[in-house]
């Protein structure tokens, strides 16, 4: 394995291993780089990824693509970037050092990620190589594939599923308040005859729908519960309820927490029957995500 990195790194554009045509089947699609089939290298002791740069950790999949940049230790000449689990990977050359890190090699690209990527979370890995062809430790990005983006807010957290299925997504706020579609805000009321600011709900977590609620099925089902405000620090819990599988064997869902452009946390899972068998309402659920934020 290590030899035949070798070989297709000394001569990496003479080899029909290393043809960007042959990469067009790929999930992970990365503008004038080299295709390299097959799977990433064998982690070793060569030269390290040592920093990488996302626009945002979410991709459109057949959208448009990203610039993704980032530094290498000196002794690196190119790096492998590749999805987590697909056909083959790709290779760049390194380019020289920027500004910020005068000592180390850097690359930049332009990347996409098409339909053969299923919706939800991945891992993009980054492998640094250097002229003999030694790699060095794989380093991972979490980024989200997804069809449609998710609302806009200071933190989102989203359920998104495929089916029939009626799924009912639960998010806990570090303040205890449980937002989900029979209390669709995390903000709790205080004790009658208190006065209440009228803006106050506002501060909390608001489911945006309910997605295939009754059987109902909607073309892209999906549920957010957004902070239009900035949310509170502390521990948030993410769990997905499976209420009625509404005739579908099966149903496949990735949940995601946003904050900004980042993701700070993502998971995928599968509903079945069984599911529908626990207790529905509050604090029901399997739980998928389990966060602190600051």
Known sequence: MRAAWSGALVLVAACDAASPALGRDAALQVLGAQWRPGPEPESASGPTVDDVGLLRATFRRDGDGQRIVGTLAPSAT????????????????????????????????????????????????????????QPGRVRGELIVAEDEPAPAGELVVSLVWDGAADLDLHVVAPDGGEAWSGDPNTWEPPPPGTPVDPNAWRAGGLLTR??????????????????????????????????????APVAYYYVTVRRGEQIAAAAAGVATPDDTLLPHGAGAGVTVADVELP
Do not use: K
Not at 111 to 133: E, K, N, Q, S, W
């Open 78 to 133: 190119a790096v492998w970037i590749g999805l987590e689990g697909d056909i083959g990977g790709w290779i760049v050359t390194a380019g020289p050092p920027g500004v910020d890190a005068p000592t180390q090699p850097a690359f930049a690209v332009e990347a996409a990620v098409t339909a053969a990527a299923a919706p939800g979370p991945h891992r993009l890995r980054f492998m640094a190589i250097d002229g003999a062809g």
């Open 210 to 247: 309910d997605g295939n609620a009754g059987c109902r099925r909607d073309p892209r089902p999906r549920e957010d519960v957004v902070w239009s405000v900035p949310p509170p620090s502390g521990r948030y819990v993410v769990r997905v309820d499976a209420r009625a599988m509404c005739g």
